[in-house]
């Protein structure tokens, strides 16, 4: 039957409104049923955990009223939160990143039964790729799954502004960090690559490139840390190791484009769309493109008391690339 821990488990996450982790840890009590000999129980169990499940309540879930922290003082000016309602199912993904994101999903809900057996949840992501492809709405998306706030520091800005006082400035932050638990997002993280300095600032870069670093490693925290770049080639390959995880995000596959656009096109009339045509008008186009493209293509269709075409389509996709691209 049921460990102290797995009613520990059960108790807390109804306590904090987390389903998921609520049904896992319902779940694994089956699991043990069942290997101890009691697979009626454990069946029932299954089915009564599969029922409920289906029940459409994850956006609901989602929107409960999270307790709301506001960084105050000088933090204020250095992280900004937010309580995102997005949730991965928001996002087109491939099957690989999908998955990804899904288990650190999981690891996180289910991070005191992973501690009490001595393993540590996922929590330091490095997210790469082209911009426009999803790294800052998947932040959203993991603090929307996980109902924590998200926080957000720019880097690039932090450091123009504070130069001398940054090392400070990050010792705060990860004070913030290991007091309330949340998703941190330091975007545009190759604000901190050597490379991109000029003249007297090297110097003051590698300094705080090296006190993030230092930060990183020692942060004992239940926090996430998801870092994101769209220039991972100017990355230090220290930060590397500093993530347990360097997720990549590619350009969308043609199939992701489609849905990519179907998705946004969902609440308006739309003609019958060729969509082999849009897919290869889709080409080399970000996910941030396809969805103003498709926005384009939508107000247009709107104002013109039409339906959207295929025709709309290409012409807005075009209309987004660049004459680089070309
Ligand atoms: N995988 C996705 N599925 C659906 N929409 C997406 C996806 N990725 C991006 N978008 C759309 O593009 C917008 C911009 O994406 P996002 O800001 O996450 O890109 P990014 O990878 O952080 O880009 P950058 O490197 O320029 O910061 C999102 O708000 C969303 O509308
Ligand atoms: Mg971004």
Do not use: C
């Not at 029932?44 to 289906?54: G, Q």
């Not at 019958?272 to 889709?282: E, M």
């Not at 498709?294 to 269709?301: D, I, L, M, P, S």
């Amino acid at each position: 039957m049921a460990t102290a821990d797995q009613v520990k488990a059960l108790v807390k996450s109804h306590a904090e409104g987390d389903d998921e982790r609520f049904y896992a840890v319902a779940l694994q009590v089956a699991a043990r049923a069942a290997r101890s000999g009691h697979s009626g129980m454990a069946q029932e169990l299954r089915d009564l955990v599969d029922s409920l499940r289906s029940r459409p309540t994850s956006r609901s879930a989602a929107r409960r009223p999270t307790l709301v922290v506001q960084p105050r003082g000088e933090l204020a000016g250095l992280l900004a939160v937010t309580y995102p309602e997005t949730i991965l199912a928001d996002l087109v993904l491939d099957e690989r990143l999908q998955a990804r994101l899904y288990r650190v999903v999981l690891e996180q809900r289910q991070r005191d039964v992973l501690v009490t057996q001595g393993f540590a949840p996922e929590r330091r992501l490095l997210l790469i790729g082209p911009p426009g492809t999803g790294k800052t709405i998947t932040a959203r998306a993991l603090a929307g799954e996980l109902r924590l706030p998200l926080f957000s520091i720019r880097l690039d800005s932090l450091i123009t502004k504070m130069m001398g006082e940054t090392a400070a400035k990050l010792r705060l932050i990860f004070d913030a960090l290991a007091e309330t638990r949340g998703v941190y997002l330091f975007d545009e993280v190759d604000a901190l690559a050597g490379e991109r300095a000029q003249g007297n600032d090297v110097g003051e870069i590698r300094r705080v490139l090296n006190s993030f670093l230092q930060f990183l490693e020692q942060d004992p925290s239940d926090s996430l840390i998801v870092a994101a770049s769209n220039h991972p080639q100017l990355l230090d390959r220290a930060l590397f190791r500093r993530f347990e995880s360097v997720i990549e995000y590619p350009l969308p596959s043609p199939a992701v484009a489609q849905q990519v656009i179907r998705n946004r096109l969902a609440s308006v009339p739309i003609g019958g769309i060729d969509w082999k045509t849009v897919r290869d008008a889709s080409r080399s186009h970000s996910h941030a493109e396809l969805t103003m493209a498709a926005e384009a293509a939508a107000k247009a269709a709107i104002l013109t008391d039409d339906k959207v075409t295929t025709r709309g389509l290409v012409d807005a996709l075009s209309d987004r690339l660049t004459d680089m691209d070309r």
